[in-house]
Structure formats: structure tokens, C-alpha cells
Antibody, heavy 118, light 108 residues
Framework: EVQLVESGGDLVQPGGSLRLSCAAS????????MSWVRQAPGKGLEWVSR????????NYADSVKGRFTISRDNSKNTLYLQMNSLRAEDTAVYYC???????????WGQGTLVTVSS | EIVLTQSPATLSLSPGERATLSCRAS??????LAWYQQKPGQAPRLLIY???NRATGIPARFSGSGSGTDFTLTISSLEPEDFAVYYC??????????FGGGTKVEIK
């Protein structure tokens, strides 16, 4: 059974940094692209970033480009999201998601809450 | 960027009724569309991918149809556990991967 468990969410001041982690199990992790998707309180879903299985290819939403960095450690079956220069509008639950065969998201973690506030 | 517009925003129905949810894309996405269900406090769950393929474990009362710019998610007979928010997502042209704004199916 595929399991994705996020961690690292916290309360951080504007301009601060945070690193999220997503531990994966039940799959051959290095085989699959992974993504981060976020959801602001009471709002819809927003795709944040994606990384290829080997980690050599990444993409970002314009709203986070230049501030967030996605990475992975396939030896640890773990996905990361380094978030710098955080803004109030980055406040959201951040989900990691496994990318399926057609670029849909077939497995999701339970989410971790990031709150950016002074 | 492809914009997905979902309608209606809210659908008020009774258990046993048929639900028809719409997702319209600002340009053709072929059949590169997925549907997700999200309940309060939970992560989204994949229901349909490639416009009409049910994901593993999804009941047959959920069906997806459409291609190009117009898509429909149908729930043939609403069960109590189906009252939730539903999102569509396109993966034809990206980045960015985009989601619709959601349709809330509530108990009438």
C-alpha cells in the first residue's frame, strides 16, 4: 500500500524559510515523478511543483518560482520542498502527491500546515 | 495557462439522486483530465483519470465523460458518503498543472 507522510509544517514569520518533507513507502520511489500541491484555508487546490523520478527535471508554479526548491533523496524515499522568502499568501496545507501514468495524482499524503504570519 | 471552470459551484441534492458536475477548459485538453473528491479535513482522492477511467477502488456509480473542452462527472445515485467537494484537473498543457475551482455537493 502506498503511503505518503508529510512533515515540517510550522508557523513562520514573513520572509522566513521552512523545509517540508514527504516520506514515501509501498512503492519503488525512484520510478515516479512527485509533486507538491497546496490548499489555502477555505480555498481550492493549487499545484506548486513537480520533480521527475530521477530528480533531474523540475517545474514550478509562477507563484513560487525562485523562492521554492523541490528535491528528492531516492535512497531515503523522501521528497522535499525548501521554501524561502515566505509570504502570507503561502499559508496553506501542503500535500505531496505521487504522479500517475498520465500526470494525474493517484496518491496523496495527509498534508502539513504552513502558516506565514508575524 | 489552461483555466478550468467548474459548475455549478454548489449542488444541493438528496441521497439517491443523480449528480451531474461540469468542468469546462479554456482550450482543448483532449482527454487529459482527472476528477478528485475531497471531504473536510482530508486529502483529495483520485476518482477518474484520462477523462473516463475510474481509479482503483472507485465505485461504479462514479463515471466521467467528455473530451476537448467539456467534461462531466456523474454520480448515478448519491450515497451519504458522496457529499463532498469535487475538483477537476488538467494535465494536457503544463506547467502549470491546473485545477478547477471545485463543486460542492451538499445534502438538500
Amino acid at each position: 500500500e502506498v503511503q505518503l507522510v508529510e512533515s515540517g509544517g510550522d508557523l513562520v514569520q514573513p520572509g522566513g524559510s521552512l523545509r517540508l518533507s514527504c516520506a514515501a513507502s509501498g512503492l519503488t520511489f525512484s520510478t515516479y515523478a512527485m509533486s507538491w500541491v497546496r490548499q489555502a484555508p477555505g480555498k481550492g487546490l493549487e499545484w506548486v511543483s513537480r520533480i521527475s523520478g530521477a530528480g533531474g527535471s523540475t517545474n514550478y508554479a509562477d507563484s513560487v518560482k525562485g523562492r521554492f526548491t523541490i528535491s528528492r533523496d531516492n535512497s531515503k524515499n523522501t521528497l522535499y520542498l525548501q521554501m524561502n522568502s515566505l509570504r502570507a499568501e503561502d499559508t496553506a496545507v501542503y500535500y505531496c502527491a505521487k504522479v500517475g501514468s498520465s500526470w494525474h495524482f493517484d496518491y496523496w499524503g495527509q498534508g502539513t500546515l504552513v502558516t506565514v504570519s508575524s | 495557462e489552461i483555466v478550468l471552470t467548474q459548475s455549478p459551484a454548489t449542488l444541493s441534492l438528496s441521497p439517491g439522486e443523480r449528480a451531474t458536475l461540469s468542468c469546462r477548459a479554456s482550450q482543448s485538453v483532449s482527454t487529459s483530465l482527472a476528477w478528485y473528491q475531497q471531504k473536510p479535513g482530508q486529502a483529495p482522492r483520485l476518482l477518474i483519470y484520462d477523462a473516463s477511467n475510474r481509479a482503483t477502488g472507485i465505485p461504479a456509480r462514479f463515471s466521467g465523460s467528455g473530451s476537448g473542452t467539456d467534461f462531466t462527472l456523474t454520480i448515478s445515485s448519491l450515497e451519504p458518503e458522496d457529499f463532498a467537494v469535487y475538483y477537476c484537473q488538467q494535465f494536457r498543457n503544463w506547467p502549470p498543472l491546473t485545477f478547477g475551482g471545485g463543486t460542492k455537493v451538499e445534502i438538500k
